[in-house]
């Protein structure tokens, strides 16, 4: 059965009434028949009918047994941070998304859990790191905005061979283009507000687990900290999802074009993209993501200022100027500037975001007309150049 089928007729139509859409059960609470008797609904904090469908629709769609729908991103890894107790470690890849560094460093390190970056693109070097206290190891893949490609299935094997759990965020591949669970993970994170929500019209987050254990402890975790998804933002999620693979799958072939175009622009040093012959672990990226690579690319200007990527993405007119990806309008960011802001500079260029770096996250607009407004933005730049010579 195809992706989409299968996502589309996960959805249940209403019992109640025939709706083909979801119904939104903006509810506090549920009337009981009596104490503890009630129709598996009781408080929103709880469960929610509307959330229970965007739950399992999730679940379903990474192969997993349970999914749990969090307020943000962040809240999601949150949520599977407060499984571990002081004295835990967490092997990390090393340009992790730099609000989970900020979690992982500024707020759990205080509480007694240790954090060792790592270079996960060659898996061997978790071994360096990983001991009897290793709880987690915490993979993205592909990293933002570096786009490295780390072995999920190797990691993974490490990483039981001592008992730890393996996580990975599977924001940027999306579930169309990377199953994690099929590669040895334990527990998958989304970012809902990227690929899943693909409108740039919500903030959300997702935990997936492949174990009716950890099912238990991210349900308890969710109800005890109460950092859930409302049922408005479920229903959203929701329809996003409904269109997930079509989006997803015309994303990647654009962003693959576009990374082309790129390495053949003089203007242009590197362009990071897994999806390129070029890139350090295209052969993993290959077989994992099943050859679909993702929307997002990141390059460097041979002019490598701030200066020129600053003039750079203030000159592209689809590529509109936000921070966020994976929605259907294209974007563009300055790492640098916007997303990496709060990183030292030094710390910044050695995990490679270099002060010209761009991030673009392909929309589903024409590739033609992406193109064209890449050329248009080069042109730009190069008039300004001259002018001020
Ligand atoms: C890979 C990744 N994970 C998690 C997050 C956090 O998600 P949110 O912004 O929904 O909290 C982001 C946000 O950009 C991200 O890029």
């Not at 509307?50 to 890894?77: K, S």
């Not at 040895?184 to 935990?207: F, N, R």
């Not at 989006?247 to 390495?263: D, N, P, S």
Request: aromatic letters at 8%; a negative charge; glycine letters at 8%.
């Amino acid at each position: 059965m195809s992706k989409t089928t299968n996502i589309i007729h996960s959805i249940p139509v209403d019992p109640l009434t025939g709706s083909i859409s979801v119904p939104i059960y903006q509810t506090a609470t549920f009337v009981q028949e009596a104490p503890g008797v009630n129709k598996g609904f009781d408080y929103a904090r709880s469960n929610n009918p509307t959330r229970a469908v965007l739950e399992h629709m999730v679940a379903q769609l990474e192969g997993g047994t349970a999914a749990f729908a969090f307020a943000t991103g962040l809240a999601a890894i949150d949520a599977v941070l407060k499984t571990l107790q002081s004295g835990d470690e967490i092997v990390a890849v090393e340009d992790i998304y730099g609000g989970a560094f900020r979690l992982f460093t500024h707020v759990y390190q205080k509480f007694g859990i240790k954090i060792h970056y790592v270079d996960t693109t060659e898996a061997e070097n978790v071994l360096d790191y990983i001991n009897n206290n290793t709880k987690l190891i915490w993979i993205e893949s592909p990293t933002n905005p570096t786009l490295k490609i780390t072995d999920i299935e190797t990691v993974s094997k490490i990483a039981h061979a001592q008992h730890a759990l393996v996580v990975v965020d599977n924001t940027f591949p999306s579930p169309i283009a990377q199953q994690p669970f099929a590669l040895g993970a334990d527990i998958v994170i989304h970012s809902g507000t990227k690929y899943l929500g693909g409108h740039s019209d919500l903030v959300a987050g997702l935990v997936v687990v492949n174990s009716e254990k950890l099912a238990a402890d991210i349900k308890f975790i969710q109800n005890a900290s109460g950092g859930i998804l409302g049922p408005q933002d479920c229903w959203l999620l929701i329809r996003g999802i409904e269109t997930l693979e079509l989006r997803v799958e015309r994303q990647c072939k654009t962003a693959l074009q576009i990374a082309e175009y790129l390495t053949q622009c003089d203007e242009v040093d590197q362009v990071y993209y897994p999806g390129l012959a070029s890139h350090k672990n295209h052969a993993i990226a290959k077989l994992q993501q099943q050859g679909l690579y993702g929307g997002v690319i990141s390059f460097t200007l041979k002019e490598d200022t701030e200066a020129a990527a600053i003039k750079f993405v203030t000159s592209t007119q689809y590529f509109k100027l936000a921070e966020s990806l994976g929605g259907v309008k294209s974007l563009c960011c300055h790492p640098a500037q916007m997303t990496h802001k709060s990183i030292p500079r030094e710390k910044r260029l050695a995990s490679g975001i270099q002060d010209s770096l761009i991030r673009l996250s392909c929309g589903i607009e024409g590739s033609e007309d992406l193109i064209n407004d890449l050329k248009q933005a080069f042109k730009q730049c190069a008039t300004t150049t001259l002018l001020t010579i």
